[in-house]
C-alpha cells in the first residue's frame, strides 16, 4: 500500500520561511508523480507544485513560482516543499499526494495517494 507521509508544517510569520517533508512508503519503480495540494477553509483544494519522478520534470502553481521550490531524494522516495517569503494567503493544509505517471499534475482531482496533511499558518 502506497502511503505518504508529510511533516513540518507550522505557525510562522509572513516573509519566513517552512520546509515541508513528504516520506512515501509502498512505492516501486518510477512510473508516478509526486505532489503538493493546499486546502485552506473556505477555498478549493488547490494545486501547489508536482514532480514528474521520471524525468525529474516540476511543477509548480502561479501563486507559488519564485517562492516554493520542490527538490526529492529519490534514494528515500522523499520530497521536499521550501517555501520562502511566506505569505498569509499561503495558509493552508498542506498534503502529500502521488498519482499515475499518466496523470495532469495540475489536477488535484487525478491524485491517488494522499497524506494525512500538515498545517501551515502564516500570521502576524
Known amino acids: 500500500q502506497v502511503q505518504p507521509v508529510e511533516s513540518g508544517g507550522g505557525l510562522v510569520q509572513p516573509g519566513d520561511s517552512l520546509k515541508l517533508s513528504c516520506v512515501a512508503s509502498g512505492l516501486t519503480g518510477s512510473n508516478f508523480v509526486m505532489g503538493w495540494l493546499r486546502h485552506a477553509p473556505g477555498k478549493e483544494r488547490e494545486f501547489v507544485a508536482a514532480?514528474?519522478?521520471?524525468?525529474?520534470?516540476?511543477y509548480y502553481a502561479d501563486s507559488v513560482k519564485g517562492r516554493f521550490t520542490m527538490s526529492r531524494d529519490s534514494a528515500k522516495n522523499t520530497v521536499f516543499l521550501e517555501m520562502n517569503r511566506l505569505k498569509p494567503e499561503d495558509t493552508a493544509v498542506y498534503y502529500c499526494?502521488?498519482?499515475?505517471?499518466?496523470?495532469?499534475?495540475?489536477?488535484?482531482?487525478?491524485?491517488?495517494?494522499w497524506g494525512q496533511g500538515t498545517p501551515v499558518t502564516v500570521s502576524s
Open positions: 499526494v502521488i498519482g499515475g505517471s499518466w496523470i495532469t499534475p495540475e489536477s488535484p482531482n487525478e491524485y491517488t495517494y
Open positions: 514532480i514528474r519522478w521520471s524525468g525529474d520534470n516540476r
